[in-house]
């Protein structure tokens, strides 16, 4: 039986749809993988930006700041996705298409790689920027305060911690890309984003590409603010 242009993809669709989609992102140019993928580094970045504003000073409950954090952060993977931006988590779904043989190895790893190139350089650029822009002023330097301690927290983790939790949270960052496999419209996709990434946000996972533009965002500021942003949080770098 036919299936209707209006309902979701069923799947075993969504598979073969998965495996053409890996085959399209392992053949593209080197030089578009790694643009496409600066485009994705600074669509997470964005993400980082805005769920760090939208929390600092909070004095909502802890679970229910999280939780608003993870909303707002998903607006990176909604970019990433509807705006046809290469980004390393997702592309780890590649391996769909290299386990039915569809993508050799080597093409595998040269799309991770230069990706991961583009992610990085996206996120490092965001993060430049905004700390030029002296976002970390805004709310009487909460802003600022709170983007150091979300870096803070995450440089205390250790090895295998750190390991375990970029393991949980890409696993639901593939699924939020899984299900938009089987979306037909734009709402759609933006529908089963949301609830995977504000999962992983809320229960303090660690997203690799989004910690490119968190940890060198709060070194810029502890190297390079002002002292008047000092002086409002009344600490010191060393602090």
């Known amino acids: 039986m036919p299936t209707s242009p209006v309902d979701a993809l069923l799947p075993a669709e969504m598979a073969e749809k998965a495996e053409k989609i890996g085959v399209a ?22 993400g980082a930006v805005f769920a760090t504003t939208t929390v600092a000073g909070s004095t909502l409950s802890f679970g229910v700041t999280k939780l608003l954090a993870g909303v707002v952060f998903s607006v990176g993977l909604i970019l990433v996705v509807i705006g046809g931006a290469e980004l390393f ?19 595998l790893l040269r799309n991770w790689g230069l990706v991961f190139l583009g992610n990085t ?11 030029l822009g002296e976002h970390h002023m805004m709310g009487g330097a909460q802003v600022g305060a709170t983007a150091l301690a979300i870096a803070d927290a995450k440089c205390q983790l ?27 419209s734009a709402v759609d996709k933006v529908a089963v984003i949301v609830p995977p990434i504000a999962a992983f946000v809320a229960a303090g996972f660690e997203h690799s590409i989004a910690n490119l533009f968190f940890v060198p965002s709060a070194l810029l500021i502890k ?16 602090d």
């Open 158 to 184: 250790g090895f295998v911690q750190a390991v375990s939790l970029g393991v949980l949270c890409n696993t639901l960052v593939c699924l939020a890309v899984w299900m938009t496999f089987s979306a037909r």
């Open 121 to 131: 350089i996206g996120a490092l650029g965001t993060a430049a920027l905004v700390f």
């Open 25 to 46: 992102k392992a053949d593209l140019s080197w030089l578009r993988t790694v643009m496409l993928g600066v485009l994705a580094g600074a669509f997470i970045a964005l």
């Open 89 to 107: 988590t997702g592309n780890n779904l590649i391996v769909m298409a290299w386990a039915n043989k569809r993508v050799s190895t080597a093409k």
């Open 223 to 238: 190297w390079g603010a002002s002292d008047a942003f000092w002086q409002q949080l009344g600490k010191t770098p060393a």
